[in-house]
């Protein structure tokens, strides 16, 4: 069996990244579930519980595939990720045994990369769109159940963490070109695996506005075997106008929709 990163220690990742500092908004406006103490041996849902001054603050974390491919409902992030474990584990335990054979690892890296292409020119925003929707439904209809869980408390505050996956890498990789559509059809280059915000996506959210207190997104990439995060982006749900200002204040353009090219070579890479 090969090695993956397992459920439960993505979502520790996760969670232990709300305290990386990601600029001075999603500071402020989690300092307080920062400052809260997290009960540790909490085994119902949501999938996070901490406390401050009797004050319950949930936190549910769940995973988007950013390259989802609708017509074989495969999770492609999944597939690579364990593709990545699989092949990081077979060669270090050849390295550690004194096996390790450099032209093996490069075709296997090189197989891995050419898949995650692969699976990149099938990206399809509208297949994205009903997945993000799909997933994202799914977890608001357990909010009745999340707050019954924390019912004992004077005060509930719930968030969900959503887990933005992608089989594609870091842009200065020079392979991946993702594009923001905007309304009036300019398409502007976006750098890195930076989160993208779209209208869609944006309506789908706004409908629990008052029932959650914000909304955690991060970014994340394939060939991050420490799965190190990209960014982090906060929507504060507790009105429209906090809503609009959690965007303005972090700079963010929402844009219709947004497309990824990869290109079709073959590769070959010479490992040490």
């Not at 085994?43 to 319950?56: H, R, V």
């Not at 949930?58 to 017509?71: K, N, P, S």
């Amino acid at each position: 069996m090969g090695l993956t990163m397992g459920k439960e220690r993505q979502e520790e990742i996760c969670f232990n990244n709300l305290k990386i500092n990601s600029g001075k908004y999603i500071t402020k406006s989690l300092r307080e579930l920062n400052s809260a103490h997290r009960i540790a041996d909490w085994e119902e849902s949501p999938d996070f519980l901490a406390i401050l001054d009797n004050t319950a603050f949930g936190i549910e974390h769940f995973t988007v595939d950013q390259v989802y491919i609708a017509e074989s409902n495969r999770s492609t992030c999944r597939l690579s990720d364990e593709n990545a474990w699989d092949i990081y584990g077979e060669h270090h335990e050849a390295q550690e045994k004194g096996t390790y054979k450099a032209e093996e690892a490069g075709k296997d890296i090189s197989e891995l990369i050419q898949c995650a292409l692969d699976y990149t020119r099938q990206f399809d925003y509208d297949a994205f769109l009903c997945h993000f929707t799909r997933v994202f439904e799914k977890h608001v209809g357990k909010i009745d159940r999340y707050c019954a869980n924390m019912g004992k408390y004077s005060k509930i505050k719930l968030y969900f963490l959503i887990e933005l996956d992608s089989v594609v890498f870091n842009e200065s990789h020079g392979m991946i070109r993702c594009y923001g559509i905007r309304r009036d059809g300019a398409k502007i280059r976006l750098a890195g695996n930076g989160i993208i915000i779209t209208e869609g996506m944006l309506e789908v959210i706004k409908k629990q506005i008052g029932n959650l207190e914000g909304i955690i997104l991060q970014s994340y990439s394939l060939l991050d075997l420490l799965y190190g995060m990209n960014q982090m982006v906060y929507l504060d749900l507790r009105t429209e106008m906090s809503l609009a200002e959690s965007l303005k204040e972090q700079r963010i353009e929402v844009y219709k929709s947004f497309y990824i090219e990869a290109p079709n070579i073959e590769l070959k890479l010479e490992m040490k």
